[in-house]
């Protein structure tokens, strides 16, 4: 709806103030007022919400609520509405806790950050939100009251929740198991009403379910769903649009045509998932670990972070969190269907994986402790087999044993600390040491310099990266360019009976040295690339 004042001078030469600050031109505010001083509200109101809605580039992503805060500029007339309050923001809109003055009701205006100066790419996809949630009724949606415009500025009205996010009062205090079931199976009966009329949210997390009074939730902030129909996909942000603690993977991946339904699927597992933990299953420092971990990593079992987790209820949260939609639920209805069943203390339609399944969900969610166990088993078992043939000598035997023994322990427990945040940044370093000083040892007992296993070396550097962390591949150059140096005054110096076995020439070792520098060098260069274009991503609205 459009309200234009009656003088129809008054709309045209405010039509053509408008006109002229979109198209970049200089205005005169003051002669505009002198000619026609009834514009004084319109034009002070324009000017709040521009006060408080960044330009399109300003990063303006944070999404956190100030129910009931006083904002510069407010309160102030709005059409039929007086703004009272912003309540919250995200990368494209902005929501006021507004009274409808013809019914006296408290509503929630969203409107578009850009303000009269939106893209019509932005008024695109802000209209493709309104139109979704616009088509939905359901008594756990937000419902929308009316779309419209006034003076360029595209907003909607909707259903105002009187109460805080599910994400505040995360924040406020874990949730017990009872209420927290509850709430979940009915977001996840709504997010199926949703999807049987074509929509996926794509964006569902904590902050986007709102709860009254009486912990009644409402799904909320329809900015990045997919319409599923031809020709119709708008999202808010790029390619990879959404909350990476919450994505799931083919959603991370940036593979818009393969998310459907079963993305929400995801979305209402990672929020019971931090329902029961307290936390999301992945939330790394940056987007880009995050999103290194949705695509290849498993959470962490809810019962390890928190032992009073029942089983099944672990059992239907790592199934919405299955990295193949084909092995999550089919819909979200059958989520709510376990969740109820658990409430009522039946059998869940869910069945838990097989030894052979659970062996394999260890190995991505423990993948530096199973590589590690891997390798050493590999070595050990050659070793074990030349030990068996009488190739080795039975000193030799002893010494290789129980360094794979103090291998296998100290990686263990290193693993266990990387699961506490206080300990996760130092146990890498340590553990790149204990991985360093283990193989020195494990060379000095072998053939030192001359052993083939010195290949270890560029294998560890290359694998340093898989931590994106520039320091932490030169600190294990360090190492091994100082292990390499050990295993080199080892040859020349205390081992002259490997002289006469292999080759002393020093050309090879400067080589082999040379090669570990620029192993490093493009290990460092592609981790500090990748974490750039993370960080640029990251700041994007």
Same mark, same amino acid.
Not at 299 to 307: A, E, G, T, V, Y
Not at 477 to 503: E, I, N, S, W
């Given at each position: 709806m459009d309200e234009r004042p009656e003088d129809g001078g008054e709309f045209d030469a405010l039509d053509d103030y408008l006109d002229r600050l979109h198209a970049g031109q200089s205005v005169d505010r003051a002669a505009l007022l002198e000619e026609h001083p009834s514009l004084a509200s319109a034009l002070d109101c324009?000017?709040?919400?521009?006060?408080?809605?960044?330009?399109?580039?300003?990063?303006?992503?944070?999404?956190?609520?100030?129910?009931?805060?006083?904002?510069?500029?407010?309160?102030?007339?709005?059409?039929?509405?007086?703004?009272?309050?912003e309540v919250g923001r995200g990368g494209m809109g902005v929501v006021y806790r507004a009274r409808q003055k013809s019914l006296d009701r408290t509503v929630a205006i969203k409107m578009i950050l850009a303000g009269r100066l939106a893209s019509p790419e932005h008024v695109r996809r802000f209209l493709i939100e309104a139109k979704a949630a616009a088509r939905l009724s359901h008594p756990h949606i937000v419902r929308i009251h009316e779309v419209g415009q006034i003076h360029g500025q595209h907003y909607f009205a909707m259903e105002h929740v009187e109460g805080v996010s599910l994400a505040q009062r995360l924040a406020a205090g874990q949730l017990d198991v009872d209420p927290a079931v509850r709430i979940l199976a009915k977001v996840s009966r709504a997010v199926a009403h949703l999807h049987r009329h074509g929509i996926v949210h794509r964006d569902l997390k904590p902050s986007?379910?709102?709860?009254?009074?009486?912990?009644?939730?409402?799904?909320?902030?329809?900015?990045?769903?997919?319409?599923?129909? +031809?020709?119709? &996909?708008?999202? *808010?942000?790029?390619? $990879?649009?959404?909350?990476?603690?919450?994505?799931? =993977?083919?959603? #991370?991946?940036?593979?818009?045509?393969?998310?459907? +339904?079963?993305? &929400?699927?995801? *979305?209402?597992g990672a $929020?019971?998932?931090?329902?029961?933990?307290?936390? =999301?299953?992945? #939330?790394?420092?940056?987007?880009?670990?995050?999103?290194?971990?949705?695509?290849?990593?498993?959470?962490?079992?809810?019962?390890?972070?928190?032992?009073?987790?029942?089983?099944?209820?672990?059992?239907?949260?790592?199934?919405?969190?299955?990295?193949?939609?084909?092995?999550?639920?089919?819909?979200?209805?059958?989520?709510?269907?376990?969740l109820e069943r658990f409430c009522r203390g039946e059998a869940l339609a869910v069945k838990p994986p097989n030894p052979v399944e659970r062996l394999w969900s260890w190995t991505r969610r423990e993948p530096a402790l199973a590589s590690r166990?891997?390798?050493?088993?590999?070595?050990?078992?050659?070793?074990?087999?030349?030990?068996?043939?009488?190739?080795?000598?039975?000193?030799?035997?002893?010494?290789?044993?129980?360094?794979?023994?103090?291998?296998?322990?100290?990686?263990i427990a290193l693993q266990q600390c990387l699961k506490f945040q206080r300990w996760s940044f130092p146990a890498r370093f340590l553990w790149g040491a204990l991985d360093s000083c283990l193989m020195l040892a494990v060379l000095l007992v072998a053939d030192g310099a001359a052993s083939p296993l010195v290949v270890g070396y560029p294998l560890l550097i290359v694998a340093s990266g898989l931590w994106f962390r520039v320091r932490f591949?030169?600190?294990?150059?360090?190492?091994?360019?100082?292990?390499?140096?050990?295993?080199?005054?080892?040859?020349?110096?205390?081992?002259?009976?490997?002289?006469?076995?292999?080759?002393?020439?020093?050309?090879r070792h400067v080589v082999f040295l040379v090669a570990m520098l620029v192993t490093a060098g493009v290990t460092a260069y592609l981790v500090d690339r990748v974490r750039s274009l993370s960080s640029y991503f990251g700041q994007r609205p």
């Open positions: 324009l000017e709040a919400l521009d006060r408080l809605a960044p330009s399109p580039g300003a990063a303006a992503t944070a999404e956190t609520t100030v129910e009931g805060e006083s904002v510069t500029g407010l309160p102030c007339d709005f059409g039929p509405y007086e703004l009272l309050a986007n379910i709102l709860l009254d009074g009486d912990d009644e939730p409402y799904v909320t902030d329809f900015g990045l769903a997919k319409v599923l129909t +031809p020709g119709s &996909d708008g999202t *808010a942000t790029g390619v $990879i649009a959404g909350t990476p603690s919450y994505m799931a =993977p083919e959603q #991370a991946s940036g593979r818009g045509d393969a998310i459907g +339904p079963a993305a &929400d699927v995801y *979305a209402l $929020i019971l998932y931090e329902m029961l933990t307290g936390r =999301p299953p992945f #939330a790394e420092e940056n987007a880009l670990d995050t999103l290194m971990q949705v695509l290849s990593r498993e959470p962490s079992l809810p019962r390890q972070l928190n032992p009073r987790v029942p089983r099944g209820l672990e059992l239907i949260c790592l199934t919405c969190l299955a990295k193949s939609p084909s092995d999550r639920y089919s819909s979200a209805d059958e989520v709510a269907d376990d166990l891997a390798a050493l088993a590999v070595f050990y078992l050659v070793e074990l087999l030349n030990y068996s043939l009488d190739t080795v000598p039975a000193w030799f035997h002893t010494e290789i044993t129980l360094l794979t023994a103090a291998w296998v322990i100290s990686s591949v030169w600190f294990m150059t360090a190492l091994c360019m100082a292990g390499y140096g050990v295993l080199l005054v080892d040859f020349y110096h205390r081992r002259p009976d490997l002289q006469q076995r292999f080759d002393p020439a020093w050309d």
